[in-house]
């Protein structure tokens, strides 16, 4: 069971790393080891493996503890520690899957027969993936075959039901069929939750995947704390086979802090090899900073806060739709998504641009998560200073609007101007090549422009937050990824010198 907060750390048996660190600082041992600042600085916590510290990708003591704890309050078959995000556990989870597609299949690599496996396998992925994911692909050599999003485009969300992803799967499959190959997909990756807030329906999306025997990986960088909420909302409560956690984006936990986490209902052994997926996109000499966060994380997290949280941020999003509405009336923004810890603003029919609220609240002291021209995103924890944060977010946001001129008597052209925004003309382009075959390709950096239109990418364009790349590498640009490119602020972009 989840136990509740422990801000003093004196809890050392649910925070084994901590308690060595502790002690070890304790101990005023002549530091003849790594790393060069020798705990001066502030960096006493900051070790390496020496004796009785256990080492990350071969835990068998005290991380492997601290990793069985993190598990129970999960409810996980296996946790693992990343100490470089969910970079780091996406690529590895992308392993796992290839692994264990490969495992079902009799694959021997062409060791004992002499044959090549001549086509990698396939992950459907919906198209809204972290950079990572495509660098996965480039990395591993899997082709990726994208899911559409069911709603108008957005840079950042992509809308897939189980519905349409049954119908994607069946598609695939007929694709296959008709073309004399081999039905070859690995796995089904989503995001979830996206980076303005919208949650996919997990359960449902699972529940399709295995009824095809296949395994549903997701990236939930934003969305580790949605365990704590009440019911769970997290993805492997739902059930997700494989997920990623940024644990720091949403716990009290350093950044580059992440989990890996594998469902108990996840395909047999699939864990096994999973610290040495880990160690193949990481470093080997993992921060023990960031690994006694992760550590003390479960002692310092208290599912009441972050339930009260959501409670708080829910009167703020009321107040503020009722101020919007005021001035506004029917055109004003939406509190858009259904995430509880995070208040993103829906600006497109609204005389000011997002990213131009963002820049005035910046003005007043207050930093966001996110802006682009449609939407503002805020990130809210129980760490959050109460009600100081909030009053000041709600007194900003109001003052903003009550200066933005009064829209009432041009209602109409405000709702052709809206409709104008909303709609984003995109066509997924066509892809020429798979991304793992763009990595040794040369290419040139060029500004963006029509006379770029017909030339094949040689990298993907946007690299955080996690969004529907306007072009993938390996994609030929056409006229309407020129328009998406200059409406996001986009320069320059890679192009492949074929």
């Not at 493996?49 to 309050?73: M, N, P, R």
């Not at 495992?103 to 990698?120: A, S, V």
């Not at 025997?213 to 059930?239: Q, R, S, V, W």
């Not at 009167?315 to 509405?325: R, T, V």
Request: one cysteine or more.
């Amino acid at each position: 069971m989840i136990k509740g907060p422990n801000d003093n750390s004196n809890n050392y048996i649910l925070q084994p790393v901590l308690k060595f660190i502790e002690q070890y600082k304790a101990s005023k041992k002549t530091r003849l080891h790594m790393p060069g600042h020798k705990g001066a600085f502030g960096y006493e916590d900051d070790i390496t493996e020496i004796s009785g510290a256990d080492s990350l990708y071969t835990a068998d003591g005290i991380i492997a503890e601290s990793e069985q704890e993190t598990a129970t309050l999960f409810d996980t078959r296996a946790t693992f520690y990343s100490t470089e995000g969910s970079s780091q556990a996406i690529k590895a989870m992308c392993y796992l899957t290839l692994q264990n597609y490969f495992k079902t299949r009799g694959f021997d690599g062409g060791l004992k027969n002499g044959t090549e496996n001549k086509e990698p396998p396939t992950i459907l992925a919906t198209r809204n993936a972290h950079k990572s994911f495509i660098y996965a692909s480039m990395l591993l050599g899997f082709k990726i075959k994208w899911l559409k999003p069911e709603e108008d485009y957005s840079l950042c969300k992509c809308k897939v039901s189980p519905e349409g992803l049954d119908a994607a799967i069946m598609e695939y499959i007929t694709e296959c069929e008709k073309s004399n190959k081999k039905v070859d997909i690995a796995g089904v990756y989503i995001t979830s939750p996206d980076y303005l807030g919208n949650i996919l329906d997990i359960r449902g999306l699972a529940e399709v995947t295995h009824k095809h025997g296949l395994p549903l990986l997701c990236d939930n960088a934003h969305g580790a704390y949605l365990k704590f909420m009440e019911p769970d909302l997290h993805p492997i409560t739902l059930g997700a086979d494989l997920a990623s956690d940024s644990a720091h984006k949403t716990l009290p936990v350093l950044t580059g802090g992440a989990y890996l986490h594998v469902s108990k209902k996840a395909p047999s052994g699939i864990e096994t090899d999973a610290k040495n997926a880990l160690l193949m996109f990481g470093s080997t000499s993992p921060s023990y900073m960031i690994m006694e966060s992760l550590d003390a994380a479960p002692g310092r997290v208290s599912p009441e806060k972050y339930r009260e949280t959501a409670k708080r941020l829910g009167a703020l999003k009321s107040k503020l739709s009722e101020a919007f509405k005021e001035k506004f009336g029917s055109l004003g923004p939406a509190i858009y998504g259904d995430e509880p810890l995070k208040l993103c603003l829906d600006m497109r029919v609204c005389k000011l641009r997002a990213d131009v609220v963002a820049d005035k609240l910046r003005e007043q002291g207050i930093e966001c998560e996110y802006s682009d021209p449609d939407f503002l995103v805020t990130m809210w924890s129980p760490f959050n200073d109460y009600p100081g944060d909030y009053e000041r977010f709600q007194g900003a946001m109001t003052e903003i609007i009550n200066r933005t001129q009064d829209r009432s008597d041009k209602a109409e052209k405000g709702t052709k101007q809206a409709i104008a925004r909303k709609k984003i003309c995109y066509n997924e382009p066509v892809a020429l090549y798979q991304p793992y075959e763009m990595r040794y390709v040369p290419h040139e950096e060029m500004p963006v422009s029509e006379e770029l239109i017909g030339k094949v990418v040689a990298d993907s364009v946007i690299s955080c937050p996690p969004a529907i790349s306007p072009i993938v590498a390996g994609e030929v640009i056409n006229e309407e990824t020129i328009k998406v490119l200059k409406y996001y602020g986009v320069k320059t972009i890679e192009i492949a010198k074929l």
